[in-house]
């Protein structure tokens, strides 16, 4: 009956401290790979896509297409990528009713500097759509 009492607590002991060791693990692992101070802050973003659908037997005079709609689907959170001193915040994924890939980018390579903001929409190929890659410079961050 002591020895399982003895057991137990050891058990115990053994666990939290496995446990304490994991969490500071990672934590260590977090403080190395820390983000640089002028790193953009983290971003969501949503696919919005409107559209109408065709009436394919309306009769002549009667309404053809139905009222406009639209559907939002969310893209994964954003990740932060340090690559030669350019620190970048990277949205990519896909959604589920549409055929395309969605990469968003905003860059920064120092505190001084305004971010560039770069928007591309990939085909099922990997070939960006006609218009794309757009980029936009001087976008600032609200910290």
Known sequence: MLNSRVLRKSLVTFSALLCSGFFFGLYLLRALAAESSYAPPPFAC???????????YA???????SAPA???????????????????????????H?????????????????????VNVLDSLGKPLAGFPQESEGIRAAR
């Open 70 to 96: 639209f559907e939002r689907e969310a893209l994964p959170m954003s990740h932060v990528a340090l690559l030669d001193g350019v620190s970048e915040r990277i949205v990519k994924g896909r959604v589920a």
């Open 46 to 56: 949503e696919v919005r896509y409107h559209f109408r659908e065709h009436f394919r």
């Open 98 to 118: 549409l055929p395309y890939e969605f990469l968003v980018k905003i860059t920064r390579r120092s505190d001084s500097e305004t971010g560039t903001l770069e």
């Open 59 to 65: 009769k002549l005079g009667e309404k053809s297409v």
